[in-house]
């Protein structure tokens, strides 16, 4: 039976890397979804001019009713799915005009509430054996005393969209580990992986690697995830949620 993938928030960045490398190495159907229909299909066509073959289907993750109706077009055409990949994502740089309180309320609205509601709409459809990924960050959960001077740093000198984010993503790999949990009957694994610094619009095309390189961890994870409850550093390593920041041993930037 072909195996059916869907990408969320792929329509640019590691999301159409993710679906670029999920068309290469999945003998499947690969769903490239996106919030905005033209950019959607734009990249589909990129693809498909590459010689690959996604299916395109228009969805924002924070639009219940077209949640609703993404499920339904996907059970009623596929009724189960193996891979979800919740990659889709916003970040308020520390120069954005929006006022600070739009931009924490748009950043937890989509990056975790939307995560959650989505990914608990899509769990009747993730065969047993499937897999679940989100796309987290470089944060993980913070402990004694710590918090509370990175926190003043942070509000010192940091934007509140990125602090929201950083918060938000300890928040996304809690819900990571719980889910794992929950789902272990149906040995459907969950993990969560931060991809690296990546360049892309996001960060206003600054960081270190591009976003084919950033995808190599996070397609593997997809395609061949071993267990579940993982955080996976960008380099693969196996981060555990109460041990030292791996920013500091393992990308030297603390
Ligand atoms: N870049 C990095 O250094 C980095 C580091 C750590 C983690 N990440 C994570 O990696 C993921 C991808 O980031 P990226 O760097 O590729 O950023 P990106 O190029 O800005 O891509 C983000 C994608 O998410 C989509 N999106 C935003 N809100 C959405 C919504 N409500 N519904 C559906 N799609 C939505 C965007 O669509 P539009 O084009 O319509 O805006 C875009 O396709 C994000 O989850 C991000 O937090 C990135």
Redesign the pocket.
């Known amino acids: 039976m072909a195996k059916v993938a869907v990408v ?9 890397a993710l679906v670029k490398g999920l068309c290469q190495e999945l003998n499947g159907i690969v769903y490239l ?4 229909l033209k ?1 959607g299909l734009k990249a589909c066509n990129i693809l498909k001019f590459q010689g690959l073959d996604p299916e395109f289907h228009h ?5 219940n009713e077209g949640i609703q109706e993404f499920v339904k077009f996907i059970k009623d055409k596929h009724e189960k799915i193996d891979i979800l990949i ?6 308020f740089l520390k120069d954005a005009p929006e006022p600070k309180t739009f931009q924490a309320e748009q950043t937890l609205l ?2 975790f509430y ?1 995560l959650v509601n989505f990914t608990e709409a899509m769990l009747p459809l993730i065969r047993e054996n499937g897999t679940i990924l989100n ?4 944060r993980l959960k913070r402990n004694g005393p710590r918090v509370s001077e990175e926190c003043e740093d942070e509000y010192r000198y940091q934007s509140l969209g990125l602090i929201t ?1 950083r918060r938000i ?1 300890s928040g996304c790999n809690a819900y990571t580990f719980m889910l794992n949990r929950r789902l272990a009957p149906s040995h459907i694994t969950v993990n969560c992986v ?10 206003n095309g600054a ?1 270190s690697i591009t ?1 084919e390189q ?1 995808a190599v961890i996070p397609l593997q994870l997809a395609l061949h995830p071993e267990n579940g409850g993982l955080y996976v550093w960008h380099d693969g390593s196996r981060v555990p949620w109460d041990g030292p920041d791996p920013r500091g041993y393992i990308d030297r930037i603390l």
Do not use: E, F, W
Request: hydrophobic share 30%; net charge neutral.
């Open positions: 969320t928030g792929a329509n640019k960045g590691l999301g159409l979804t996106s919030r905005d950019r969805l924002n993750i924070t639009d919740n990659n889709a994502g916003v970040l989509v990056n939307s796309i987290s960050s470089s984010v993503q931060h991809p690296g610094y990546v360049i892309s619009d996001m960060t960081g976003p950033g």
